[in-house]
């Protein structure tokens, strides 16, 4: 059985509220997730970390942790340090596993902390999610990152440009 990426349980510094996406924040993470999305697909595991933002406007990343197949957890961040999204992938394609959307998890796991997020699929796709709102879109759609050879396009139904966390309750067929 997979288990979906969780929140990540420790203790951060984040931004107050989450913002709406940013072009420079998307041009980083379009750059780091290329990167990682291979790794990930290439190993079968999630990788995932935090965007960092310093005082001058530019991105950084943590180091990046590995997870297992469907979950990880970031390294806690040095006092100080302004956590401005998440970012994690979904590792290779598993038959009966829904990588190619956000998580219920990985949506509330970002609105908790008060952080947007970033997701990409074994299909290639990544995924900007809202932490303030829930809602996610797709930045690029598939084959936007590199893709998992073995993937299965739209197994689970056709692949929405956006999702409301209750529109992705109902993809995952679970009351709220």
Not at 4 to 31: N, Y
Not at 136 to 141: A, K, L
Request: hydrophobic share 35%.
């Amino acid at each position: 059985m997979r288990i979906p990426f969780t929140a990540l349980a420790l203790v951060v510094t984040l931004s107050p509220t989450a913002k709406a996406q940013d072009v420079a924040e998307a041009e980083f993470v379009m750059g780091l997730m290329e990167q990682m999305n291979r790794l990930s697909v290439t190993f079968n595991r999630e990788v995932c970390g935090f965007v960092l933002q310093d005082n001058e406007g530019n991105y950084s990343s943590t180091k990046a942790s590995w997870g297992g197949e469907a979950s990880c957890a970031s390294m806690p961040l040095e006092p100080g340090i302004r956590a401005v999204s998440s970012w994690h992938t979904h590792a290779a394609w598993g038959l009966g596993y829904d990588g190619e959307v956000p998580s219920i998890q990985d949506v509330e796991g970002d609105m908790r902390f008060g952080v947007n997020g970033w997701v990409g699929t074994p299909g290639g796709r990544l995924w900007f999610v809202n932490g303030t709102t829930g809602t996610m879109t797709q930045h690029c759609g598939r084959g936007c990152l590199p893709e998992d050879p073995n993937f299965f396009p739209e197994e689970h139904g056709p692949v929405a440009e956006s999702y409301s966390l209750d529109g992705l309750y109902t993809r995952f067929g679970r009351a709220r």
